[in-house]
């Protein structure tokens, strides 16, 4: 059983759309990250919620809005995104510091289609 | 800044034959955790073992092991007694200990096949 679990698993969205893929966890991890990952490559970095906090923003273009609204969600708001955008969209969760054994849990991912 | 180096972008192994998946890094702080993860094609990210870099004892979990050289900063994984389950993409991965939100740095990846 995934504890990061993510919703939906496929998005398929015109480029005028708004939509929102959502990211649960009951681990009581305080680090949330967003990474993006196109195929065959290695998951690229977005955003960082520290105790529910924006920590790091890897310069991401503004079509792209995260929201922590509690320790246990992660959202990432999607608007007027384009065709380049289509790709999985991994969320990950951590233990803090020098709490827990230091990986990263992932979901499963949302397969992201841009028309 | 950390960086994680596979060099290797394919590899493909003989079932029930060992494998190793290279990976170099650099960093210049001296506590950290090194990770390989595994993807197969059902995409989610598990986790194949972990090494934290105070420990000298190579990390071994069932048929997997690694071999890390703290000051080579290698950081190898082995895989013994290949089964075609273990066909996937494999990152290996570094993380800072301090900071609070420390980010996963990954490697390019190596996709590794196992033949019947």
């Known amino acids: 059983d995934t504890e990061v679990t993510q919703t939906p698993k496929h998005l398929v969205m015109g480029m005028t759309n708004k939509k929102s893929l959502k990211c649960e966890q009951h681990m009581g991890h305080r680090a949330m990250y967003w990474y993006k990952q196109k195929a065959k490559k290695p998951p690229e970095l977005m955003f960082v919620y520290s105790y529910e906090k924006l920590s790091i923003n890897e310069s991401v273009p503004s079509r792209f809005s995260p929201e922590c609204p509690n320790s246990s969600l992660l959202n990432l708001h999607l608007h007027a995104l384009q065709p380049e955008d289509s790709a999985l969209y991994l969320c990950?969760?951590?233990?803090?510091?020098?709490?827990?054994?230091?990986?990263?849990?992932f979901g499963e991912g949302s397969r992201l289609t841009v028309l | 800044a950390q960086t994680v180096t596979q060099s290797q972008p394919e590899m493909s192994v003989q079932e029930a034959e060992t494998v190793t998946l290279s990976c170099t890094y650099d960093?210049?702080?001296?506590?950290?955790?090194l990770f390989w993860y595994k993807q197969p094609p059902s995409r989610q990210m598990i986790l194949v073992i972990r090494?934290?870099?105070?420990?000298?004892q190579n990390a071994t979990e069932n048929r997997f092991s690694v071999n890390f050289q703290k000051a080579a900063k290698s950081f190898s994984l082995k895989i013994s007694d290949s089964q075609l389950g273990d066909a996937a993409m494999y990152f290996c991965?570094?993380?800072?200990?301090?900071?609070?939100?420390?980010?996963?740095?990954f490697g390019k990846g190596i996709t590794l096949s196992v033949r019947p």
């Open positions: 990950a969760t951590a233990a803090s510091g020098y709490q827990g054994t230091g990986e990263l849990f």
């Open positions: 090494q934290e870099a105070y420990k000298q």
């Open positions: 960093t210049s702080e001296s506590d950290y955790y």
């Open positions: 991965a570094y993380r800072s200990v301090t900071g609070a939100n420390s980010k996963l740095t």
